[in-house]
């Protein structure tokens, strides 16, 4: 790694140790709120919404394998704000756009203004008509991840069998949202959208809009996958720390050969999938041949971990993981939401045979 | 029409009449073992009425009388209906091991109330720090006159915030071995001295209470069985709390819903009932919960025949929730991303008004993360194969 | 059970415990005799050749559940004569069939003196053709097992759009086999027949061959399952008989408690199926509506246990297991056999599916 | 061309000419670690004759000077191509380690007979009733003049009955502890006194003997390191051996195989290659593979970069090994019942004849039986989990 990429993580990992302990996180989700707002400048002035952006637009131009340690971090901390949607995501497709959306939007998410977040890759694009002589762009994205809580959408636009990327600005008119919580301490949204068309909000259209979705979603199931191993490493500390401490029939539970052979378990599906998303993520980041069947292959190995390893852990736990107040269980339920996105996880592997073999 | 078939179908048709849509509506929100405590309480009363409130009790004490398959039909018949849960550790756990250990006053005052909903009972078992090995227990009890005074904390009490009543597990004697200087007391939640406090579950709802006794008066009248006896009488308890669940069914009920949701979920061009993959993953399931059916019928005939279940219980408590468990993964490999929203209030079945997703998905994931729990109350799979391994390959 | 079963069970233990120990199997094994002529003819003499046999041919009338004891106790003992394939699987055939085919070969399998063993249920039906003005029975049954054993097999045939079931004498000119010995310590065969057609050989035609197919192949599967079951209790037994002898750190490997908790998930595994397959016994003895459905799930619930369960069983004893001297690994050996009989456990799976739908 | 496809380039044509259809044939009929014995050793010794018999050593004791690249595409090129296994306990095993302990007179006698097959060597560390737990081994060595007198057993002795020379655990000194009074012996296996037993294994092949030792004289000069320090020295070893292989060779070979045998598979009125159900399980292993490699070139990187494998060599052995035995059951269920002939003489690759099974169908199932032994052998699975619970989560 170089000195960048190790500040980067260092800085990452000790505002997160100190200000995004559980505790706080946990009054962060009670007080309702869909965003710690001081978190969330604190993100933009530390430069991690600048991570990927490219080093012209004053970014500091990592590729994936660079941020996996902080993504991991992410993951690890239970971090809530869609941070990584936004400046990674959305941002990947901003930066691949045109001269005009690059200028219009990406200083915005930089500087933490924007806070954009992306729909499930099978959503509907939306459909651009002519209505009463208006030309209306409409549609419905279901089930936005952290679609309560951004302020854009980038939403996909299918019109004269031409695909585009449009940023949606949530606060306009025409633009509606109908948010909830979501189990993982989020908040979600049906966005709807019935508004006049303003080309303005097109990030990129055509061949580079349906290079882009490939990029997106590739990388989303990049990013999730990381996050994933992130929460697998600390469902995994967490475990052993508690069965260290705990006792039961005078001996401490760390100390019972079954549930020790268990957390080696634990432990060797956390570092299988530590490896295929780290090289998945370096695949990508050199646009190797083999580079989607790699992100599709490691995603889908992180989801078939994650949920065996977060749940040993609750069972390990005991009833204290039951709990709301105790963190452990909060991976299992973000694991239990990642494993479905961008997409179904079973939908994954089948798109994963069917790229392998052709 | 067989006598069971004419049985079946007068708790069909007493179902029909007396399952208001309300009640129903609760028993369809249920996502984990208790349903909405009003509609529980309200759906008590009125198998109270009916005199089916307590099918395992013997008819002298008010059961109705059944055998064990006019029970497991009524029970099967409740759950299909979606009919609410009963809050039943009084009914189901306390009540039997009272006809067996209790005073006659205490049978006479407790029984009756019990069925008809005036007393609600919860279990006080576990402590911080001793969840699965009781003999830690640090709760005290020690004598004052015709008193005990109870100090301490339990913890995981199901329905202690609706409940009036606790059973509770005490130390009575430090000085002997830790088994043998443990006491089981009655006692009530209205008394001085006692703070329940609600525990939030992972799926964000109330069922567990921590219960704090700071210097609690209780009469030496409420001891059950001999003073230090405690263990075993927990004991037969514990036995009846592992035999008593019936698994098939709920694990039917689930497979039911599955089914039924596969077909109207879209995959690729058709539905998940068309995916090999789903299906084949179902099947494996399907055939297991048969195994387990059969199983359960296997222990039941050897009851009946006079034979205790003994170690089979463990077997059937691991089975029985690790399948659940494995049905709940089913359950939201179809919902998919619909799970993520959490919307807990639509869960209250006297919510009205518009959830912005399928009420399916809702109940699926809820059911998810609860059932985590099923592993782990009641003894976990861990000491469950541990029972298993010691008294029956007696290693 | 009824005295009679009791007395069969009980007889059976017996002479297995004492004549059948896994070294005296090995050296019959080992002498390359496909069977041990003294064992066969001791089967007969104590009645288990009559078992299934109706009561109005000197049989005992029983049904499945009443022998899965005995069925239980070949699996255990590692029985290697194909007595279950000649006298219950081939024998309820020749039962249901015609008087004269009653006649001609029950007495042979109850006395001993016939030796049948039945096709996969996969195979090609042998087929009747006017060839050179003669009637010629043709075709070739492929992996059939104990075929190198058998005197007879019972054959399906097909002619003119009707089914038929045959006894094919081995003997006989025209019937030729090519023998091999097995993974389990059985001989298999190919089966090659070109003879002329004698309708002497006929069991049963038309729809009654149709129905006798079925009922077949749905004992065949639960005749399997319930010797998979025996040996799984086999597998067991032996794993916790060594791992208590066994010390390693100065400690019993049986005190291990990783390996309490596998061994516990053994037993359960081996209860879950030995009630399956007793339950779908009783269903097939009742005719009861979902018996088939209920075949298939039993012998799948014993394909699938039995190879954890035997996978265990040779993990847990560790390098003796993998010699073949040692008894445990045969237990694996025969139930990857059996996985494959009557027919591929995934295509059971895939039949299941279709019945518990229809 | 880069480099490295220069250098595979190269491999590629020594195998296409040194290959004769013999060698292949054994190396395609090979159902475990080892080969057919004569077939083996002849591809030994041209091997050597190139220069490339010790990919791992360095130069100065004949090794080809490779880099770690260059040695995975080596020992790739020769699975794909179906080389015969070489008989490696000396090369891979006791090499390495006498060129760090042996004196200067040991390595010069035998580094170079290892090479050229002059002597083949095999382990003698197990004993009947001490497997995983080296500890407690009892074969004894007591000092006489200029000798040592062995006297014991040791098991699990892999190509004992090939081989002419062994490398031993042996105890020298009882009055210690279990672990401090064990040397490392270098031992003839033609010196008197020395028996060896073949072991038939479970598929009916013989690849392991128990070697047994009444009275053998061994000179003291075959010491290697110091008296009583060969727990040390073996414990160098067995790091070697958990590290030094390359698991994921072995499973992208398996899934070759797998792959094209699916194509072949009839499946209703199609193949497996298009059977959804085992497809998906197909893949699930594909990406665990995946995994594995990439979890290997981690490791090959930490260890280039100068760092030591350490436990992960634990974790890579268990996955390594444990997907290679899944891979097994996924060919058996290509295979079905032609699964069950067994036909030892049809795996010899002298065997001339007719064969009444399919070759993938004899070679599949032989495998699935030998590669039972592969979480056994070179430390268990369970062994493997605790090393990772105690050195990598500080358990």
């Keep these: ?358 | 029409m067989t006598d069971y078939q004419i049985f079946r179908k007068s708790v069909k048709d007493f179902l029909g009449e007396a399952l208001t849509p309300e009640l129903r509506r609760a028993g369809e929100l249920t996502t984990s073992v208790f349903s909405e405590f009003s509609a529980a309480l309200a759906w008590q009363k009125k198998l109270h009425a009916q005199g089916w409130i307590a099918p395992d009790w013997p008819s002298e004490f008010g059961g109705p009388g059944w055998d064990i398959q006019q029970r497991s039909i009524f029970q099967e018949e409740c759950k299909l209906a979606n009919a609410p849960s009963v809050v039943m550790m009084g009914i189901q756990m306390l009540g039997p091991m009272l006809m067996h250990y209790g005073t006659e006053e205490q049978k006479q005052y407790y029984l009756p109330r019990m069925l008809s909903g005036a007393d609600i009972w919860c279990q006080g078992y576990s402590e911080p720090g001793a969840g699965s090995d009781l003999a830690s227990l640090k709760t005290t009890a020690v004598r004052d006159g015709d008193n005990y005074v109870v100090n301490g904390t339990k913890i995981w009490t199901s329905m202690a915030h609706h409940a009036n009543q606790i059973f509770c597990l005490v130390r009575t004697d430090k000085a002997v071995k830790p088994q043998a200087g443990i006491s089981f007391l009655l006692i009530d939640l209205e008394s001085p001295g006692i703070t329940i406090t609600p525990i939030v579950s992972l799926d964000g709802q109330v069922e567990q209470c921590q219960v704090f006794f700071d210097a609690v008066k209780v009469p030496c009248a409420n001891l059950v069985g001999a003073e230090n006896d405690g263990w075993s009488v927990a004991k037969s308890l514990l036995e009846f709390e592992r035999g008593g669940h019936n698994f098939t069914i709920d694990v039917k009920k689930q497979l039911r819903k599955i089914h039924s949701q596969a077909k109207l979920t879209p995959w690729g061009e058709k539905t998940r009932a068309a995916d090999p993959v789903f299906q084949h993953r179902l099947a494996e399931a399907e055939i297991d919960a048969l195994a387990l059916e059969h199983t359960e019928l296997r222990i039941k005939g050897a009851v009946e025949a006079g034979g205790n279940p003994g170690a089979l219980s463990s077997l059937v408590k691991v089975v029985g929730t690790e399948l659940g468990q494995r049905l709940n993964e089913l359950s939201i490999d179809l919902v998919g991303p619909a799970a993520a929203p959490q919307c807990l209030e639509a869960l209250d079945p006297n919510h009205k008004g518009d959830t912005p997703v399928p009420e399916h998905a809702l109940t699926a994931m809820a059911e998810y993360i609860n059932n985590r729990a099923a592993t782990i109350y009641g003894g976990t799979a861990e000491i469950q194969r541990t029972i298993i391994a010691k008294k029956v390959l007696g290693l």
Tied chains: 1, 3.
């Design chain 1, 1 to 358: 790694m170089t000195d960048e990429q190790n500040m980067l993580r260092d800085s990452a990992e000790r505002y997160l140790r100190e200000n995004y302990e559980f505790a706080s996180r946990q009054n962060a989700v009670d007080s309702g709120k869909a965003l710690d707002i001081e978190h969330w400048r604190a993100f933009s002035d530390m430069g991690w919404t600048a991570m990927t952006a490219p080093e012209n637009a004053d970014g500091f131009g990592f590729g994936l394998a660079d941020i996996v340690p902080v993504i991991e971090l992410f993951g690890y901390y239970l971090v809530r704000e869609p941070l990584l949607e936004s400046a990674v995501l959305a941002g990947g497709v901003i930066a691949a756009g045109s001269e005009a959306a690059r200028a219009l939007y990406l200083p915005g998410i930089i500087d933490g203004s924007i806070i954009a977040t992306i729909p499930q890759r099978d959503s509907t694009p939306l459909t651009l008509q002519a209505i009463d002589g208006e030309d209306r762009l409409q549609g419905d994205l279901q089930f936005v991840p952290s679609g309560g809580t951004a302020s854009h959408v980038l939403a996909p636009i299918q019109h004269d069998h031409e695909n585009h990327w449009a940023m949606i600005d949530l606060s306009q008119q025409g633009a509606s949202r109908v948010a909830y919580k979501t189990h993982d301490g989020r908040h979600g949204a049906h966005i709807t959208v019935d508004l006049l068309y303003d080309d303005g909000c097109i990030v990129l259209s055509g061949t580079d809009a349906d290079a882009a979705t490939q990029a997106l979603y590739a990388r989303a199931m990049l990013v999730a996958a990381a996050e994933g191993v992130g929460a697998m490493q600390g469902a995994l500390d967490s475990t052993v720390e508690y069965t260290r401490q705990r006792e039961q029939f005078g001996q401490s539970l760390s100390s019972f050969q079954a549930l020790q052979h268990r957390m080696a378990e634990m432990l060797i599906q956390t570092e299988l999938a530590r490896s295929l998303v780290l090289a998945a993520c370096r695949a990508w980041d050199t646009q190797a041949d083999n580079a989607s069947t790699l992100a599709l292959a490691a995603k889908a190995k992180v989801d078939a971990a994650a949920r065996s390893v977060t749940q040993e852990a609750i069972q390990m736990h005991g009833g204290i993981a039951t709990t709301n107040e105790y963190k452990v269980g909060h991976y299992f339920k973000r694991m239990a939401l990642l494993e479905s996105w961008p997409q179904h996880r079973d939908a994954l592997i089948a798109e994963f045979i069917q790229r392998r073999q052709g």
